[in-house]
């Protein structure tokens, strides 16, 4: 079974500080996403990543990075926390050919102050 | 206007009957579409993907409507444990970026 796991499941940062969310597959995937997800919006992408030190912007990556060092591991970073990104951040990582099912992590609920 | 959009609902139905429910998506372009489905507090798995020619998966049938850009899920025979939202996922790129509805909900009841 594939499994995408991520460091937390709920984090409380205060406005300011640097975060960052950790997402693990072990598949050997190479497309790997981060989404944010709100009440009446559905998931929205942040950053994309279709092989390691390859990225790509999604529809709202304002206030975020992404690192992806190595091909199992994609990390979202806040550079500066701020309240509107109080959210479900949930991670994903899909095959690039042959299947474009994703596959997602279990979220983690960040909630900032 | 947003890429894809679902009826939020929530569509309550009875134990047995049939529901369905539609997504409307703004790029012509889309080349593959999905039904994924998120239950309460946990993450999306994929339920099916959707042809062009119409598919069914047990009590489950996807159509795809390409000049009204539409798609739509059909469930038969509703069991309780269909109770979840369910989001319709469009992908327009060679690269595997996908565009999400906001989901719909549906509430099965005994």
């Known amino acids: 079974d594939v499994k995408v796991t991520q460091s937390s499941r709920y984090l409380v940062k205060r406005t300011g500080e640097k975060v960052f969310l950790e997402c693990v597959q072990d598949?050997?995937?190479?497309?790997m996403f981060w989404y944010r997800q709100d009440p009446g919006l559905g998931l929205r992408l942040i950053y994309f990543s279709y092989d390691v030190k390859m990225k790509e912007k999604g529809d709202i990556p304002e206030g975020y990075s992404v690192s992806r060092e190595k091909k199992e591991r994609f990390s979202l970073i806040l550079e500066s926390a701020s309240t509107n990104q109080t959210s479900m951040y949930l991670c994903?990582?899909?095959?690039?050919?042959?299947?474009?099912?994703?596959?997602f992590g279990p979220g983690t609920r960040l909630t900032v102050t | 206007r947003k890429e894809v959009e679902q009826d939020p609902g929530p569509f309550n139905v009875p134990e047995g009957a049939t529901v369905a429910f539609n997504c409307t998506y703004s790029?012509?372009?889309?080349?593959?579409f999905f039904w994924y489905r998120q239950d309460c507090r946990k993450e999306p798995k994929l339920l099916m993907s959707v042809y062009s020619s119409g598919n069914e998966d047990g009590r489950f049938t996807a159509q795809l409507n390409r000049a009204s850009q539409y798609i739509s899920l059909l469930i038969r025979d509703s069991k309780l444990s269909d109770s979840a939202t369910y989001l319709c996922v469009v992908r327009a790129d060679s690269w595997g970026k996908f565009q999400f509805g906001a989901g719909t909900q549906v509430v099965v009841t005994p």
């Open positions: 598949m050997d995937h190479e497309n």
């Open positions: 790029n012509s372009a889309s080349q593959s």
């Open positions: 994903a990582s899909s095959l690039r050919t042959n299947s474009y099912e994703q596959y």
